[in-house]
């Protein structure tokens, strides 16, 4: 039993949860009209394409999750017309 318990907690994953809160570089895009409807930005794994319009810069605080979770809601909620692109900036 004490084996098992080793053993299950020995394979306990990391839940990921970094605290570190990094200085971002925020960059918002809008997908570009096309005669066929609008032009879909990237994804979680953001991919700006070339029809894109920039629209903001700004600078934020966040943790690796908030950034995730902020790059995640812009997309979804726009309909997949808003991205975020987000670069770690120098302090």
Do not use: H
């Not at 020995?10 to 570089?25: E, I, L, R, S």
């Not at 810069?57 to 908030?66: G, S």
């Amino acid at each position: 039993m004490v084996l098992l318990a080793v053993f299950a907690l020995g394979c306990k994953k990391d839940k990921g949860d970094d605290t570190t809160v990094y200085n971002w570089k925020r960059e918002l895009y809008r997908g570009a009209l096309t005669k066929d409807g609008p032009a879909l930005v990237g994804s979680s794994e953001v991919v700006i394409g070339n029809n894109a319009v920039y629209v903001s810069t700004d600078y934020v605080f966040l943790t690796e999750r908030q950034k995730n979770v902020q790059q995640d809601s812009i997309y979804k909620a726009s309909g997949r017309m808003f991205a975020y692109k987000y670069e770690k900036a120098k302090n």
